[in-house]
T-cell receptor, first 117, second 111 residues
Framework: GAVVSQHPSRVICKSGTSVKIECRSL??????MFWYRQFPKQSLMLMAT?????????EQGVEKDKFLINHASLTLSTLTVTSAHPEDSSFYIC?????????????FGNGTRLTVT | QKEVEQDPGPLSVPEGAIVSLNCTYS??????FMWYRQYSRKGPELLMY????GNKEDGRFTAQVDKSSKYISLFIRDSQPSDSATYLC???????????FGSGTQLTVLP
């Protein structure tokens, strides 16, 4: 089955620093990856859609200068939280669509718990 | 009205029980339906994926889709404590940019 690997699983950083989260599709190529944020006991909130070789598409209300997304290859997308603040503390999850285009389901990474102190 | 409605629970059942999880939706254009299981502090894991009305079975899990009633269900037979998790339904149309999720149902299976 399609495997999505996300790293790190947990990170603690100081306010004002930047944090990079990696998302890799291990056994398939993903032209499109998605980044979600999840608050405790809530469902997933889409932040942005990452397209290989082009700019990411951000959802309304998501600051693109704060959440930098790079999708430089067909197997890797990165999310960088710049100048992190305590309110950015959350659970970030990436996903990728399997081969087969729009008819393929999304497969998710195991998430990154970010804590900003 | 939300596009996808899912009973948030929590739902608590004894081990061995049959569990029924349900979602209703309002957008008749939804074509693809998924059920995900999410353990605490983990990413969602795909359990079932279907795109046609009817039943699809995989081991102890059965996904049911009724497009005429805009209703999907996930049945878990012989439930185990390891099934304790949050279950998310999700769906999309071919032209949609993103999945539409239900709010999730928290399930606890008691030993």
């Amino acid at each position: 089955g399609a495997v999505v690997s996300q790293h790190p699983s947990r990170v603690i950083c100081k306010s004002g620093t930047s944090v990079k989260i990696e998302c890799r599709s291990l056994d398939f190529q993903a032209t499109t990856m998605f980044w979600y944020r999840q608050f405790p006991k809530q469902s997933l909130m889409l932040m942005a859609t990452s397209n290989e070789g082009s700019k990411a598409t951000y959802e309304q209300g998501v600051e693109k200068d704060k959440f930098l997304i790079n999708h430089a290859s067909l197997t890797l997308s990165t999310l960088t939280v710049t100048s992190a603040h305590p309110e950015d503390s959350s659970f970030y999850i990436c996903s990728a669509r399997g081969t087969g285009g729009y008819s393929s389901p999304l497969h998710f990474g195991n998430g990154t718990r970010l804590t900003v102190t | 009205q939300k596009e996808v409605e899912q009973d948030p629970g929590p739902l608590s059942v004894p081990e061995g029980a049959i569990v029924s999880l349900n979602c209703t939706y309002s957008n008749s254009a939804f074509q693809y339906f998924m059920w995900y299981r999410q353990y605490s502090r983990k990413g969602p894991e795909l359990l079932m994926y279907t795109y046609s009305s009817g039943n699809k079975e995989d081991g102890r899990f059965t996904a049911q889709v009724d497009k005429s009633s805009k209703y999907i269900s996930l049945f878990i037979r012989d439930s185990q404590p390891s099934d304790s998790a949050t279950y998310l339904c999700a769906m999309w149309t071919r032209s949609a940019r993103q999945l539409t999720f239900g709010s999730g149902t928290q399930l606890t299976v008691l030993p």
